[in-house]
Nanobody, 122 residues
Framework: QVQLAESGGGLVQAGGSLRLSCEAS????????MGWFRQAPGKEREFLAG????????TYVDSVKGRFTISRATAGNTVLLQMNSLKVEDTAVYYC???????????????WGKGTLVTVSS
């Protein structure tokens, strides 16, 4: 049974940083692609960053490129999202997701975490 658990959300001032973690169980990064998504109040969920760890490919949406970094933790089955230069508009619930295989993008994911709230104040 695949389970994803996000942590690391919280309240931060604009310009600050946060690091989100997603601990995965029941899957291996060698054959799953991992993604971070977010959903702001009144908006649709959007893709932010994806990682195909086994082939070393990271993908970002333009709005976070250069500010957010997706990576795998050195220990454990955990994927990270380092968020720098945070803006008020980054306020959202952030979700981790996984899908088997490295073929294709991140538009359809098989497994989702419950999310962690990030609030950026001005």
């Amino acid at each position: 049974q695949v389970q994803l658990a996000e942590s690391g959300g919280g309240l931060v001032q604009a310009g600050g940083s946060l690091r989100l973690s997603c601990e995965a169980s029941g899957l291996t990064f060698n054959n799953h692609r991992m993604g971070w998504f977010r959903q702001a109040p009144g908006k649709e969920r959007e893709f932010l960053a994806g990682l195909k760890w086994g082939i070393g490919v990271a993908t970002y949406v333009d709005s976070v490129k250069g500010r957010f970094t997706i990576s795998r933790a050195t220990a454990g089955n955990t994927v990270l999202l380092q968020m720098n230069s945070l803006k008020v508009e980054d306020t959202a619930v952030y979700y981790c997701a996984a899908r088997f295989g490295y073929s294709g993008g991140y538009s359809q994911m098989d497994y989702w975490g419950k999310g962690t709230l990030v609030t950026v104040s001005s």
